[in-house]
């Protein structure tokens, strides 16, 4: 895909059409920066250039449980991956136009534009009704550049929340209204109220839902396990687990669009010494502590 990108700071005036203008993506539960819907089950996400290249450089067994990448950009230019996906391979998208809303986007800088985003796969794409899980995962958020006050602030919260002894940390949590229930909606800052048994309670809340797809989301979860634990030197600092699952599953829902679960937000992870950071040795604890407290509770 030719993805043609531009912005609206740089059209000088030009008309834009506003089949082309993008809209702000609907399902966001987690995170700092306003994610966009781009055509095709695709969001354009703002990231700092670290994410970009953790995204470039990625060991191959992280791929495995990660959103797809498809495309990143910087500045003006647009790289597209060599294995992105079929729509991406297959189509074009002519004059997508990034509104200067998005480019403003409070990434690092609340003054600057957002110079850099990628584009991934959305996990919501074609669920009609989807509940959404953002867990924070480890035990610690903070990545090896970190300055001594983010090292000590970051610390705290890991400390105060549930994120040091469980490994999760509830990031943003949204169920649509059903029959038995009004609309759900956690935020990030009630998620670091909670204690342990608030936490499990609304776990065990989003996972309302049929045996069958329990049954898929532990398979999942197992999935993700097993790759944590072989990812020798791998570690998930400030990445988060984002569970995605249909609300109103029928006969006829593809069980690919049942649920969806990805490792996201790698703004902070590293390997293998990734852009000069240190060597870690063995597998990530802190992320496998919080798939194991999160398996405890679904198999609950
Ligand atoms: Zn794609």
Not at 66 to 85: E, Y
């Amino acid at each position: 895909m030719v993805l043609n990108i531009k912005r609206a700071s740089s059209l000088d005036g030009a008309t834009v059409n506003v089949q082309d203008v993008l809209k702000p993506f609907d399902h966001q539960v987690g995170g700092h920066t306003p994610f966009t819907s781009l055509p095709n089950g695709h969001l354009l996400k703002p990231c700092d250039e670290r994410e970009i290249y953790f995204y470039q450089k990625m060991p191959k067994i992280i791929k495995s449980i990660a959103p797809k990448c498809c495309s990143t950009i910087q500045g003006s230019s647009v790289s597209t991956f060599d294995d992105s996906c079929v729509n991406c391979r297959q189509h074009q998208l002519e004059n997508v136009v990034i509104p200067e809303s998005i480019e403003g986007s409070p990434i690092l800088n609340k003054r600057k534009l957002s110079k850099n985003f990628i584009v991934l796969s959305d996990l919501t794409y074609r669920m009609k009704s989807p509940r959404i899980l953002d867990l924070k995962l480890g035990t610690r958020q903070h990545g090896d550049q970190a300055t001594v006050a983010k090292i000590a602030c970051m610390t705290a919260k890991c400390q105060s929340t549930t994120s040091a002894s469980l490994g999760i940390r509830l990031c943003g949590m949204k169920c649509p209204p059903s029959e038995q229930n009004n609309q759900i909606s956690i935020n990030k800052y009630e998620g670091r109220e909670m204690g342990k048994l608030e936490l499990f309670m609304a776990v065990r809340q989003f996972f309302n839902v049929s045996e069958t797809v329990l049954e898929v989301v532990q398979k999942k979860l197992l999935g993700i396990r097993d790759v944590l634990s072989e990812a020798d030197g791998v570690r998930l600092f400030g990445a988060s687990l984002l569970i995605v699952i249909e609300s109103e599953p029928t006969d006829f829902t593809p069980t690919d669009n049942l649920v969806r679960i990805k490792v996201v937000d790698f703004a902070n992870s590293t390997f293998d010494g990734f852009q000069g950071d240190n060597f870690y040795e063995g597998r990530d604890e802190g992320s496998i502590l919080g798939l194991d407290t999160l398996l405890g509770i679904v198999q609950g």
